[in-house]
């Protein structure tokens, strides 16, 4: 496990393992402390939840997730488990310095694994990277993550490739801490190697769909001079969006038997892509091959096609929301495990998002930003609880002060009048929000107006002030008069 070294590692979490079925909270509360026991003010796992309630939120910076911390109200602070101070129980949030150094210290592959989804009993799961191109600074490069994520679209795990290396020594280390029995694991060209295949079959017991490009030079020659025009096993798709048509056929041949040289090959697929725009009318075609594990009694043409299918689920639902939604590659956070954990924070935010039903993730973001956590209407600061207050009003700053009578230690002055659960004659607190209105002001009565000179020495008010050159005079007996 990482502790305090800024430095990139490959250590993943061992304590994936015995924490399925557990919560968000139980799962990270397995995760180490990276913080010294000294001087120690704020538990760890209340730190982790405040920082993904504000990415859930739409925050995409330290800054902006102290902000929402130092906002946030009460009842928020007290599900989230912050800090309590003081006999009256006032919850104090974490500030953006603290924020900052743990998510810059805590183990980036514990993190990954302990707040991703549990792939198990999924049809796929699709391996591919992507750089945080806001994450370079002077000679050190942007930080590469590779991620993973199930066909239905939920992170399972993300982990931050070395410098000087590529994805390649990062798939099996990725892939080991998780159950994928039965699981067909997909990946681009890049990973269409030896070891990777030895690695899903034997020791994964899963099945891999590896995509065939000129990196396999010789491999690509042999799928290429396969006789393909005599396949009968073929599946016709047919789509039309994002501006254009597009007939994708896919033809599956079993070459146990023909010689590939390479590991558990069972069928060779080749995928023909017509792509037609529908506004100029130029048509393009394209050309993939792909080789899998997967018998032909085990996947037909049709579960092939949509199997390469998946394999865009990461790039459209993880790489482009967390490009559009969260503005990844404009956040400069570079130093040390901060890029790799803000975007776990994303990942987590992401499924949580869809979780609660969200297709579009922006609007989840947004919907989460107007009321954060729904508060608890049943606790009451007069009964010991911590005090409430409407998640719309702006709280005050987290000081410790003596409150005012009749006003709750921690009431923003613009907060609405409120009504205390325990209501007593003459006492009242801002626990809960007033039920009834202010009574409307009597109607004013009738008043009289009338002109006089500035000469005049007549007062008939006991109050004025002035405003540029005219003199508004105003009498309690409803007539008002004012000079010119």
């Given at each position: 496990?990482?502790?305090?070294s800024?430095?990139?590692?490959?250590i993943?979490s061992?304590?994936?393992?015995?924490v399925a079925g557990l919560?968000l909270?139980?799962r990270?509360?397995?995760?180490?402390?990276?913080?010294?026991?000294?001087?120690?003010?704020h538990?760890?796992v209340?730190?982790?939840?405040?920082?993904a309630s504000a990415v859930v939120?739409?925050?995409?910076?330290?800054?902006a997730?102290?902000?929402?911390s130092?906002?946030?109200?009460q009842?928020a602070?007290?599900?989230?488990?912050?800090?309590?101070?003081?006999v009256?129980?006032?919850?104090v949030?974490?500030?953006a310095?603290?924020?900052?150094?743990?998510?810059g210290?805590?183990?980036?592959?514990?993190?990954?694994?302990?707040?991703?989804?549990?792939?198990?009993?999924?049809?796929?799961?699709?391996?591919?990277?992507?750089?945080?191109?806001g994450s370079?600074?002077n000679?050190t490069p942007?930080?590469?993550?590779?991620a993973a994520?199930?066909?239905?679209?939920r992170?399972v795990?993300?982990?931050?490739v070395p410098?000087k290396?590529?994805e390649i020594?990062c798939f099996?280390?990725?892939?080991?801490?998780?159950?994928?029995?039965g699981v067909?694991?997909?990946?681009?060209?890049l990973?269409t190697?030896d070891?990777?295949a030895?690695f899903?079959v034997?020791?994964?017991k899963?099945?891999?769909l590896?995509?065939v490009?000129?990196?396999?030079?010789e491999?690509?020659?042999r799928?290429r001079?396969l006789?393909?025009?005599d396949?009968?096993?073929?599946?016709y798709?047919?789509?039309?969006?994002?501006?254009?048509?597009?007939?994708?056929?896919?033809?599956?041949?079993t070459?146990?038997?023909?010689?590939?040289?390479?590991p558990y090959?069972?069928?060779?697929?080749?995928?023909?892509?017509y792509?037609?725009?529908l506004t100029t009318g130029t048509v393009?075609r394209q050309?993939?091959?792909a080789?899998?594990d997967?018998?032909?009694h085990?996947?037909?043409?049709?579960?092939?096609?949509?199997?390469?299918?998946?394999?865009?689920t990461i790039?459209?639902?993880?790489?482009f929301?967390r490009?559009?939604?969260?503005a990844?590659d404009?956040?400069?956070?570079?130093?040390?495990?901060?890029p790799e954990?803000m975007s776990t924070?994303r990942n987590?935010?992401i499924?949580?998002?869809?979780?609660?039903?969200?297709?579009?993730?922006?609007?989840?973001?947004?919907h989460?930003?107007y009321?954060p956590?729904?508060?608890?209407?049943?606790?009451?600061s007069?009964?010991?609880?911590?005090?409430?207050?409407?998640?719309?009003v702006?709280p005050a700053?987290?000081?410790t002060?003596?409150?005012?009578?009749?006003?709750?230690i921690?009431?923003?002055?613009?907060?609405?009048?409120?009504r205390?659960?325990r209501?007593?004659?003459?006492?009242?607190?801002?626990?809960?929000?007033?039920?009834?209105?202010r009574?409307a002001p009597?109607?004013?009565?009738?008043?009289?107006?009338?002109?006089r000179s500035?000469?005049?020495?007549?007062s008939i008010?006991?109050?004025?002030?002035q405003?540029?050159?005219?003199?508004?005079?105003?009498s309690s007996t409803?007539s008002?008069t004012?000079?010119a």
């Amino acid at each position: 496990m990482c502790r305090q070294s800024p430095t990139v590692c490959l250590i993943k979490s061992p304590a994936v393992e015995g924490v399925a079925g557990l919560s968000l909270v139980e799962r990270l509360r397995v995760l180490p402390d990276p913080r010294r026991r000294r001087g120690v003010r704020h538990p760890f796992v209340a730190v982790l939840l405040v920082d993904a309630s504000a990415v859930v939120a739409g925050a995409r910076s330290y800054a902006a997730i102290g902000q929402w911390s130092a906002n946030a109200p009460q009842h928020a602070l007290s599900r989230l488990g912050a800090r309590v101070v003081g006999v009256l129980g006032v919850r104090v949030a974490p500030s953006a310095a603290t924020i900052r150094r743990v998510i810059g210290l805590v183990c980036p592959g514990g993190l990954a694994d302990l707040t991703g989804a549990d792939p198990a009993g999924s049809d796929s799961v699709a391996v591919d990277g992507k750089a945080a191109r806001g994450s370079r600074h002077n000679n050190t490069p942007a930080a590469h993550l590779l991620a993973a994520m199930t066909g239905d679209g939920r992170t399972v795990t993300q982990l931050r490739v070395p410098d000087k290396t590529n994805e390649i020594t990062c798939f099996a280390v990725l892939l080991a801490p998780f159950d994928l029995t039965g699981v067909t694991v997909t990946a681009d060209a890049l990973h269409t190697q030896d070891a990777h295949a030895r690695f899903l079959v034997e020791k994964k017991k899963a099945h891999d769909l590896l995509v065939v490009k000129a990196n396999q030079p010789e491999l690509h020659r042999r799928l290429r001079s396969l006789p393909w025009k005599d396949v009968t096993a073929r599946r016709y798709d047919r789509e039309i969006g994002h501006g254009r048509r597009e007939t994708r056929v896919t033809r599956a041949l079993t070459v146990t038997d023909l010689g590939l040289d390479f590991p558990y090959a069972d069928q060779a697929v080749r995928i023909l892509r017509y792509r037609t725009d529908l506004t100029t009318g130029t048509v393009s075609r394209q050309t993939v091959y792909a080789i899998t594990d997967l018998t032909s009694h085990q996947a037909s043409p049709q579960r092939l096609g949509r199997l390469a299918r998946s394999q865009w689920t990461i790039e459209n639902r993880l790489h482009f929301v967390r490009d559009t939604a969260f503005a990844e590659d404009a956040s400069k956070i570079h130093t040390g495990h901060g890029p790799e954990n803000m975007s776990t924070l994303r990942n987590l935010a992401i499924n949580a998002l869809r979780g609660a039903g969200h297709r579009n993730i922006a609007a989840g973001i947004r919907h989460a930003s107007y009321e954060p956590i729904p508060r608890d209407r049943s606790a009451c600061s007069c009964t010991g609880g911590a005090a409430l207050r409407h998640p719309r009003v702006h709280p005050a700053p987290n000081r410790t002060r003596r409150p005012r009578p009749g006003r709750s230690i921690d009431a923003p002055r613009t907060a609405w009048p409120v009504r205390c659960l325990r209501t007593s004659p003459g006492r009242a607190c801002r626990c809960a929000p007033r039920t009834t209105r202010r009574p409307a002001p009597p109607p004013p009565s009738r008043t009289l107006f009338s002109r006089r000179s500035q000469t005049s020495s007549q007062s008939i008010g006991p109050s004025s002030y002035q405003l540029s050159t005219m003199t508004w005079t105003c009498s309690s007996t409803s007539s008002v008069t004012f000079s010119a």
